[in-house]
C-alpha cells in the first residue's frame, strides 16, 4: 500500500485490483494509525482505498502547542483531502475517533458519502468503564503500554499471534513519540464540549449506517454505542455485535468483519 503525501497532509492509497466497484475511505482513531486497518483492507481487493493520517498520528506532526478542537482540526483536515482528492459518491468507515469524525463529515457533504460504517465509535455516552480507561491511556512504559493493549483487545496473544513483546515495545515506541500531542487530544475527547458536538451528530445522522461493536470493548462498551448512535430509533441504521471482540473487530474477527462491510456496500 502506497503513503503518499501533499500540501495538506498524508494519505495511504491501494487501487482494485481490477475494474473498481467503489471506492472506500478508512479514518482512524486516537493514538492509532492508519496502519491499524491494512490487514483487512488489502482485501478489499474490488474497490479503491484511501486511509488518511490524522495530523499529529502516524507519517504526520503537528505542534503540541497549537489549539486542539476535533472539528476544525480533523474534520476540516478530512474535508480537505476529500476535495483534494476528488472524491465521490464514497464508502466512509471510521473507527473510535474516526468514528465520530466519519459521523460529522457524513452530516456536512451528504450527496458525497453513499454509507457510512462506524466501528466501536466515538459517541456522547460516558460510562464508568470508559472513564477508567481514561486513565490508561498515553502510557509512558512497558507495562502500562502492555496494560492499554489488554483493554483493547479481548485477547491480545491470541490476535497477534507474533511476538507480543516486540508488538508491544513498538506501540511503546510510538506512543512516547507523540505523547504530548496525544495527551492534549485525549482531554478534548472527553470534554463536555465534544459529548455535545456527538450528541448532535449522532440526532443528524441521516446516511445508511452500519455500527459495528464489540462485546468486550471496554473503552467504547457495546449497548451504550448503541443507545447513542441509535438515538430516535432511526431505521437506516443496522447493527453488527462482534462476540469475539473489544476495541479492536477488524483484528480480531477480520472474516466476519469483512464480511459484513462488503454486504453492506454491496
Known sequence: MEVLNNKIGSYKFKPAAS?????????????????????????????????????????????????????????????????????????????????????????????????????????????????????????????????????LYKDLTKTINLDVENYISNEHMYQVKHIKFFKKLKYKMFSLTNLKDCMKEERNLSTPTLLMVGEYDQTIPYKAAIRSIKRSNKPFIQVAIFTNSAHLPFKEEPEKYLKDVIDFIE
Request: with cysteine; net charge positive; charged share 15%.
Open 19 to 151: 475494474e473498481s466497484k467503489g471506492v472506500i475511505v478508512f479514518i482512524h482513531g486516537f493514538a492509532t494509525n492508519s496502519d491499524y486497518h491494512d490487514s483487512v483492507a488489502e482485501k478489499f481487493v474490488n474497490y479503491d482505498y484511501y486511509a488518511f493520517e490524522l495530523p499529529g498520528h502516524g507519517y504526520t506532526n503537528i505542534d503540541s502547542k497549537n489549539k486542539i478542537n476535533i472539528n476544525t482540526l480533523f474534520v476540516n483536515f478530512c474535508l480537505s483531502m476529500i476535495k483534494k482528492l476528488k472524491l465521490d459518491n464514497f464508502f466512509l468507515i471510521g473507527h473510535s475517533m474516526g468514528g465520530s469524525i466519519a459521523m460529522r463529515i457524513a452530516n456536512k457533504i451528504k450527496s458525497k458519502v453513499q454509507k457510512l460504517i462506524l466501528v466501536t465509535p466515538m459517541n456522547s455516552s460516558i460510562t464508568l468503564k470508559t472513564l477508567s480507561c481514561f486513565f490508561i491511556f498515553n502510557p509512558k512504559n512497558f507495562n502500562k503500554t502492555l496494560a492499554l493493549n489488554n483493554v
